[in-house]
């Protein structure tokens, strides 16, 4: 064809990512964030539940329950802890693990909370172990013991905290300690989206973003998402621009596919991660079985990284399982890169998963 794009597939992909950190992306992703727990689309379990977490502290007039929210990135972590705020109507500190490095950064922030504030501690399982310690304390009793001075003379102060309600947001709730897990009140596992979930979170999308888009068109867009809401709106803005600039602006299923093409987003929604993870399994490994730090050797990726981004997906998708031994491809998984699974070889043979 001679209307080529213009960048590789790689190229598109930088582009991307860079195009999200801009402000205009930002601001579209500000207003695209559900604010109220009404608004929040699929998760109808954590949703309800948390609903009368806080209906229930609401009556009785106490600060609700410490809760722990975990699941794969994008799906909704940080808007349902930013709703939890809103809706007790009350002000929101937000921080990370990785940004705690020592006990005092913690413990500063948590004298300094109001009465009843929402601290929000995202990647709370990266938390530095002495800041985790003061963290027990602060959750059961609103105290931290402040040390002051050094060796034999150093002295714990206690201090008073205000109430407050943490919660905290992690990928991989298994790598939480069991005394810091305890101490939440609610544990809830966000789950990836129905393709019917994510096409309503798309239609909802494009009506704040102002494009007009078939329902067709939507399901297209939503069945590429990963099961993610991010990827849905992701995909969508880079869809926008492709329907002002190479059609009429509305997005139809030909817009939809067309764009996402060019894009280099697969039918599964697969991204170039993904698909790296799945052809080193299957290319450079037989379909393995292959333990997940040489995979992610192999595709130039943390473990972690390849574990907490990639594979949940992959799994829930029936690409790639986990075996005792090791990472294996599905035969689906084989199909998937358009390559015949091995006649007998390996766990799953050559029937449908
Ligand atoms: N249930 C939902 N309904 C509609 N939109 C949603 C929903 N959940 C998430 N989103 C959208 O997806 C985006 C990503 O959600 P969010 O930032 O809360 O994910 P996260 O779980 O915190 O991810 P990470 O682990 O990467 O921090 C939000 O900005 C929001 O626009
Ligand atoms: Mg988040």
């Given at each position: 064809?001679?209307?080529?794009?213009?960048?590789?597939?790689e190229e598109w992909d930088a582009a991307l990512t860079a195009a999200e950190a801009t402000e205009l992306d930002r601001l579209a992703e500000a207003g695209i964030r559900p604010g109220k727990l009404d608004d929040v689309i699929g998760q109808t379990r954590v949703r309800e539940q948390i609903g009368l977490l806080l209906e229930g502290a609401r009556r009785r007039g106490a600060t609700p329950d410490h809760l722990l929210l975990s699941g794969p990135p994008g799906l909704g972590k940080t808007t349902l802890a930013m709703i939890v705020a809103a809706e007790l109507g009350v002000g929101l500190r937000q921080t990370?693990?990785?940004?705690?490095?020592?006990?005092?950064?913690?413990?500063?922030?948590?004298?300094?909370?109001?009465?009843?504030?929402?601290?929000?501690?995202?990647?709370?399982?990266?938390?530095?172990?002495?800041?985790?310690?003061?963290?027990?304390?602060?959750?059961?009793?609103?105290?931290?013991?402040?040390?002051?001075?050094?060796?034999?003379?150093?002295?714990?102060i206690p201090l008073e905290l205000e109430p407050f309600t943490l919660v905290g947001a992690t990928t991989r709730a298994g790598l939480l300690t069991g005394p810091l897990r305890d101490r939440f009140g609610f544990l809830g596992q966000l789950e990836f989206y129905g393709d019917a979930e994510l096409e309503a979170i798309v239609k909802r999308s494009s009506g704040i973003l102002g494009v007009a888009i078939t329902d067709?068109?939507?399901?297209?867009?939503?069945s590429r998402s990963r099961g993610t809401p991010r990827i849905a709106n992701r995909l969508l803005r880079r869809v926008r621009d492709f329907a002002q600039v190479r059609a009429d602006g509305t997005i139809t299923t030909p817009v939809a596919s067309e764009a996402l093409a060019l894009y280099d987003v697969d039918e599964l929604g697969?991204?170039?991660?993904?698909?790296?993870?799945?052809?080193?399994?299957?290319?450079?490994?037989?379909?393995?079985?292959?333990?997940?730090?040489?995979?992610?050797?192999?595709?130039?990726?943390q473990s972690d990284t390849v574990e907490e981004v990639s594979e949940p997906y992959l799994v829930r998708a029936?690409?790639?399982?986990?075996?005792?031994?090791?990472?294996?491809?599905?035969?689906?998984?084989?199909?998937?890169?358009?390559?015949?699974?091995?006649?007998?070889?390996?766990?799953?043979?050559?029937?449908?998963?």
């Open positions: 064809m001679d209307d080529e794009p213009e960048y590789t597939p990370s693990g990785p940004a705690i490095e020592r006990s005092g950064d913690l413990a500063a922030i948590l004298t300094g909370l109001a009465r009843g504030e929402v601290l929000f501690i995202d990647e709370i399982h990266r938390m530095a172990r002495p800041a985790e310690e003061l963290l027990y304390t602060a959750m059961e009793d609103f105290r931290v013991d402040v040390i002051v001075g050094k060796g034999p003379g150093a002295t714990a067709e068109g939507a399901a297209e867009i939503a697969l991204d170039r991660l993904d698909r790296a993870v799945l052809g080193a399994l299957v290319k450079t490994f037989g379909g393995g079985p292959v333990g997940l730090t040489t995979l992610a050797v192999a595709v130039g990726e029936g690409l790639l399982a986990r075996t005792p031994r090791g990472r294996v491809a599905t035969a689906a998984g084989w199909r998937h890169l358009g390559l015949a699974p091995p006649a007998t070889e390996g766990l799953f043979g050559t029937g449908d998963a």
